[in-house]
């Protein structure tokens, strides 16, 4: 026996290895969606407990919204692509201003 370790990966073809690497990388991006869903998640419970108190809050919620709605097929078009900019814009110079 040997204490040396084997690296299997350098013993198989590029193809082989190529392969490995794209299922890791598959592997890792379903867990950090996996996370990012439970994420997401906790957020709205949290957002939908309680009305919002002032209109930062409300404009919070909305900006969440916004922003979902924002990498939608429907939102693609330049025009509601703008629509939100500015509404995202009027948000936060109303905040400031408050």
């Keep these: 026996m040997t204490d040396k370790t084997i690296e299997l ?6 193809a082989a290895q190529r392969a ?7 592997a890792d991006v379903e867990e950090n969606q996996k996370a990012l869903r439970l994420r997401q998640d906790e957020l709205e419970t949290h957002l939908l407990a309680a009305p919002a108190a002032n209109w930062h809050e409300a404009a919070e919620k909305a900006r969440y919204l916004l922003n979902l709605y924002g990498v939608t097929l429907a939102a693609q078009d330049p025009r509601r692509q703008k629509l939100i900019a500015a509404v995202l814009a009027d948000f936060k110079r109303l905040s400031d201003e408050s």
């Design 9 to 14: 990966d350098e013993h198989r073809g590029m």
């Design 20 to 26: 490995t690497e794209l299922r890791r990388l598959l």
